[in-house]
């Protein structure tokens, strides 16, 4: 009987332990945990790692590079760049150097080669975004990221976080699901893309333009990535949407991804603002392009899950049909 192949698999987590035991430097025995999955199948996989002297740390399982057109240099981008912010003293869950130096690890799943990294892990708890004082730190931290990674000399490729990418990609994958009976939404989607397009065209052309205004960003700050102790200290984690990008897209996607923009209490976004404020001056032209990049986003997000690789299913974005 042939074997059958295998889309989404779940690495066990002793076998994951032997692993770990036998490529870093920890002091055994090393245990692994999964963290709860529920429905998310297309994220990547992270377990918690504890070792024999109760140091604990974060293993990511990253998902089968095909899905997302990652290369091996696309996680040693991440990687290295989040060494580089370690360094450079930012409040990130960093990564853990292997006994051979690297940084980066590799496994051979049913479905194919998959990449992990073990990292520190975030103490505290999730932000809430009804505190003031966080979305201040928020903001702060966010910006002392953009700029530090100014001076960041990558030595990976890594795919852009450019219009094609953020635009034209996902309307490519949903117009394959979006059929006749959704004509109508995909017009009013396909209008707002490219009006979206086109205002940061103008925007990115015009005397305003400034130069530190594309460079390293996030790709996905949201109030679940980052961590507080109770002491109001952060830990940022998740940077696995990582790459070249704008920063006002940045900030509108943490926007998004918290609501906050629709927030009824204009104190909570204003607090956010002041923090980044306090360590890097917007220019006009970032601070107009959030809005569209709001649109952007949901437009990349809609697009995302329109990946034809059944992780999610087919009615999660597409209607059933008999």
Known sequence: MNQIRVVRSFVAADALAELIQADYNLQGPVRCQLFSKMLRTQDNDHYLVTTGDDQRY????YQLGTRLNRQESDYQYEIDWLNFLHGAGLP?????????????????????????ALFSLAPGRPMSIQNEEQLFVMGREMARIHLASNDYQGKFERQPMNLEFLVDKPMERIKQYWDEDRADDLEILMISAEEAKEEILALIANEQH???????IGGDFHSGSVFFTDDNHPTFFNFDWCGYGWRAYDIAVFLFNTNLIHNSSAELSEAFFAGYYSQRQLS???????????TIRRIWQTGLFSMNDGLVGHTFIAPAHN
């Open 210 to 216: 400034t130069p530190d205004s594309w460079g390293p």
């Open 284 to 294: 006009s032209n970032e601070h107009a392009a959030i809005a569209p990049f709001l």
């Open 58 to 61: 974060v293993v990511r399982v």
């Open 92 to 116: 990130i869950s960093y990564p853990i150097v292997r006994a051979d130096g690297g940084l980066l690890s590799r496994l051979y799943a049913p479905e194919g080669m998959r990449y992990y």
